[in-house]
Each structure stands twice: as structure tokens, then as C-alpha cells.
């Protein structure tokens, strides 16, 4: 399984970006798929996910400012963030369930390389 995310940027606060999360190596349809993020000093953090139902679950931090998205035939899952803050700053992680129907529980995933988000004040 290969996770590539795209969509990374500076903005500047109150902006907006939306990442991409291409899956290739299996059909995502049956598999949560999920964003983290890692600030600089900070250890890696759950942002969204998106189960094979549809069923979305966020971050109290980015509730109401990012929703997460899937499109199973193009085998990708979208982030789109809006309002963001300079303490949004951190390289995004795209992730996936090693086994179908899971809740996207590290270690069990597989990791993208991540992208780099960075919001300027």
C-alpha cells in the first residue's frame, strides 16, 4: 500500500488549503482512511478520519474548520481545512488501516510521507 499526499503550503491565517491522499497498491473502499498531524517538538496527532461508511470523526481542535472527504473510484481522501491557525503548523500524514473495517489505530497503518502545512500570522 503507497499513500502520496499533495495540497501543502504556506498560507496565511484565516486561509485555506486542501490536502490529497492518492491510495495505490489496493481499493481504499473497505479501509478507514485518516489525516495526522506532527508540529515541530510535538508528537504525532490524530486530525480526521473517514470509515468505509462514510462516517467522519475529527479533532476537537479542527472541528467545524476541517472536514475530510473520500472518493473511492479516483482511490482518494481529501482534507479540506479552512480558517486555519498558525497552530495548524505541522507536516500532515495521510493513513490507512492494514485491515479492512478498522478504526485507524497506529501502529497498525500504513503511513504517507507527509505533506508540509505552515500558517503564517
Known amino acids: 500500500e503507497q499513500l502520496v499526499e499533495s495540497g501543502g503550503g504556506l498560507v496565511q491565517a484565516g486561509g485555506s488549503l486542501r490536502l490529497s491522499c492518492a491510495a495505490s497498491?489496493?481499493?481504499?473502499?473497505?479501509?478507514?482512511m485518516g489525516w495526522f498531524r506532527q508540529a515541530p517538538g510535538k508528537d504525532r496527532e490524530f486530525v480526521a478520519s473517514?470509515?468505509?461508511?462514510?462516517?467522519?470523526t475529527y479533532a476537537d481542535s479542527v472541528k467545524g474548520r476541517f472536514t475530510i472527504s473520500r472518493d473511492n473510484a479516483k482511490n482518494t481522501v481529501y482534507l479540506q481545512m479552512n480558517s486555519l491557525k498558525p497552530e495548524d503548523t505541522a507536516i500532515y500524514y495521510c493513513?490507512?488501516?492494514?485491515?479492512?473495517?478498522?478504526?485507524?489505530?497506529?501502529?497498525?497503518?500504513?503511513w504517507g510521507q507527509g505533506t508540509q502545512v505552515t500558517v503564517s500570522s
Open positions: 493513513a490507512t488501516d492494514q485491515s479492512p473495517f478498522g478504526r485507524l489505530s497506529p501502529p497498525k497503518v500504513y
Open positions: 497498491g489496493r481499493d481504499i473502499t473497505l479501509y478507514t
Open positions: 473517514i470509515n468505509w461508511s462514510g462516517t467522519s
